[in-house]
Nanobody
Framework: QVQLVESGGGLVQAGGSLKLSCAAS????????MGWFRQASGKEREFVAA????????YYADFVKGRFTVSRDNAKNTVYLRMNSLKPEDTAVYYC?????????????????WGQGTQVTVSS
């Protein structure tokens, strides 16, 4: 079955950096749009970043532009989220997700597979 497993979360001070990874199995990874979403306590899940099959097109939420970078390695079936200049408001559970469409979507409803999430906590 399809599995998405995130790793790399943790506790970091404001201004610090983290790199999240999401390892996929059970699907033809190179034929899936991959996205990152986050959900803070008491809030709805929100789009963070996504990229197309080849990683040639990337999309970001306005609140992470210039700070986060999404990338993928199709040979390793892995998608990454590099997070720099972290802020306390970036604290959330971060999820990776896979979408079988060709067009990159930013709505969580369009993604069919989800990981279990990894906690990112940014202290002030």
């Amino acid at each position: 079955q399809v599995q998405l497993v995130e790793s790399g979360g943790g506790l970091v001070q404001a201004g610090g950096s983290l790199k999240l990874s999401c390892a996929a199995s059970g699907l033809t990874f190179s034929r899936y749009v991959m996205g990152w979403f986050r959900q803070a306590s008491g809030k709805e899940r929100e789009f963070v970043a996504a990229l197309n099959w080849f990683g040639s097109e990337t999309y970001y939420a306005d609140f992470v532009k210039g700070r986060f970078t999404v990338s993928r390695d199709n040979a390793k079936n892995t998608v990454y989220l590099r997070m720099n200049s972290l802020k306390p408001e970036d604290t959330a559970v971060y999820y990776c997700a896979a979408d079988s469409s060709i067009v990159v979507q930013t709505s969580a409803a369009d993604y069919v597979y989800w990981g279990q999430g990894t906690q990112v906590t940014v202290s002030s």
